[in-house]
């Protein structure tokens, strides 16, 4: 025993004796792009375009992108968009309108010198299975057992579930956005090991009376597959299967990141009841 301890001290003095500094440069990202959010819908209303700088540092304030020219086109229409409000960086339609299947679609972004573009085009929109939910053991209050399912290859969808609880009785004193949640999921032509195995999410629990809205956006592969990425960046981190960190897809010309994409919405609504 004396002699296998004498081992390991010596190979410990050896380990420690082989230590080196070393100095490794880091370098710094390439922040010089614009961030684009764009989603069109099918429903009739003012269209948005948000536009920023990426974030320098985690949980930072969101820099707009100001004075820009932006336009949405397709083979028979053009739409104007105006910064509303002034210097916010969200771009919205001066007329109301409609996306439609069979259109191709064009941003067109000018800020300065340069000019980015995006092209896209829209996937018809389906019925779908309402949400499930059932209630919380521990008390009163409900919580959200089910909404999609996380793979179909043929058809890829994006569900948006609006729950407010600020009209049932108990709640109207409350800080009105303390009664609110929203939450979203993803239904993708593939299913990852790190999608699998990603982090528990914190339940929302709401009460009796609810009101829940859920909206279904229709995807094309490349939306899918943009989200996907974004996804194993974000929310699918910290599980058992880390992906190593990388650029996310775009459809936007060089200079710009993020997504061009046009939807068509489903919506129902549900009261939670007994």
Known sequence: ?????????????????CEKRSDFEVKSADLNFIVVDALLTNE???????LSYPLTQLNGN???????????????????LNESPVNSGKYVSMTSFSAQAGKHYTLKVI?????YTAKAQMVTGMDFVPLRYMKNGLDNLYRILWVSNPYNPNRPAMYEVLLDWSHVPGYQNYNQEDCKS???????PTLDVSEVFSPSKEKILFPLGTKITERRYSLTNEHAEF???MLMETDWQG????????NITTNLSSGARGFFGVCAVTSKEI???K
């Open 44 to 50: 009739v209303k003012n269209q948005l375009v948000s």
């Open 111 to 115: 800020h300065g010198t340069n000019i």
């Open 62 to 80: 969101v820099r707009p992108v100001t004075g820009a020219s932006v336009l949405i086109s397709n083979e028979d229409s053009v739409y104007l």
């Open 239 to 246: 599980g058992f299967f880390n992906t190593a960190p990388a």
């Open 227 to 229: 989200l996907r990425e």
């Open 271 to 273: 009261e939670v009841i």
């Open 182 to 188: 929203r939450m979203m999921v993803y239904t993708l």
């Open 1 to 17: 025993m004396k002699r296998q301890g004498t081992y390991l001290f010596l190979l410990l003095i050896l380990f420690a004796s």
